[in-house]
């Protein structure tokens, strides 16, 4: 089964995605953390990416489909999660033709619906652990008492360059402008499911499932 999970900039896709691999055993392909990681190695494409990102904008969709189009060549029995991917019409275009080229097809969107002062509210109080990639917030799950990573007991907890509310603003802005086309768009292709994101981590996923087993 392959899904995308759509939504603007903190509605929680990363932390449903990767509760699904653990549940599920699909593969989460975040086209943001494929670009943080190239940033940080410092290849040539994450040293030309690096502003763009800080500053919150779209990276080209040369370079996002040329990532997705790599890891589509690796095994997909347990299904993808496209997470940060679409988010452009010529993006999804793109995506449903590699699906096809693979003999696969998309199973599901699922939108995950969020209020604007909850996104910033809730990117403006988020960190990392440096070490596993956990995802805090002060607001519904704060780092634990003791400082220590619950998942891995890391200690180096880190914020991304970008979850600063200048760069938020235009990541919205990008969402709306270029992403939120993407809503009528898997709509008339019936493809599109609505759960709201604004609840517990567990209820959220609970109404992903319900999407995914019907
Ligand atoms: N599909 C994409 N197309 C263009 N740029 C992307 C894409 N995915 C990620 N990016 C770049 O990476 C940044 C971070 O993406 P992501 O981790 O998905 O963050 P968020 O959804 O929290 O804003 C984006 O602001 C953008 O610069």
Redesign the pocket.
């Known amino acids: 089964m392959n899904i995308i999970l759509l939504g603007?900039?903190?509605?929680g896709?990363?932390t449903q995605a990767r509760k699904l691999v653990a549940e599920r055993g699909m593969v989460q392909l975040?086209?943001?953390?494929m670009?943080?990681e190239a940033k940080s190695s410092g290849t040539a494409m994450g040293n030309k990416?690096a502003a763009?990102?800080d500053a919150?904008?779209?990276?080209?969709?040369e370079?996002?489909i040329g990532l997705i189009e790599e890891k589509l060549e690796g095994d997909h029995a347990g299904g993808f999660i496209f997470?940060?991917?679409?988010?452009?019409l010529p993006?999804a275009d793109a995506l449903g033709d590699l699906l096809a080229k693979h003999g696969t097809t998309l199973d599901a969107v699922v939108e995950m619906q969020v209020d604007d002062d909850a996104l910033v509210a809730r990117?403006t109080a988020r960190s990392t652990c440096g070490d596993c990639g956990e995802v805090y917030n002060d607001l519904t799950k704060p780092i634990p008492d003791d400082g220590k990573c619950s998942n891995c007991g890391g200690t180096d907890f880190q914020r991304r360059a970008?979850d600063n509310e200048e760069s938020l603003r235009t990541?919205l802005m990008?969402y709306y402008k270029k992403t939120s086309p993407l809503i009528g768009y898997y709509y008339a292709k019936g493809d599109l499911h609505t759960v709201d994101g604004l609840g517990e981590i567990d209820a959220v996923a609970k109404a992903i499932a319900g999407v995914l087993d019907r």
């Open positions: 603007p900039p903190g509605a896709k990363g975040s086209t943001g953390d670009l943080r990416v763009i990102m919150g904008q779209l990276v080209t969709d370079i996002v997470d940060g991917f679409p988010r452009t993006q990117i970008d990541r990008e």
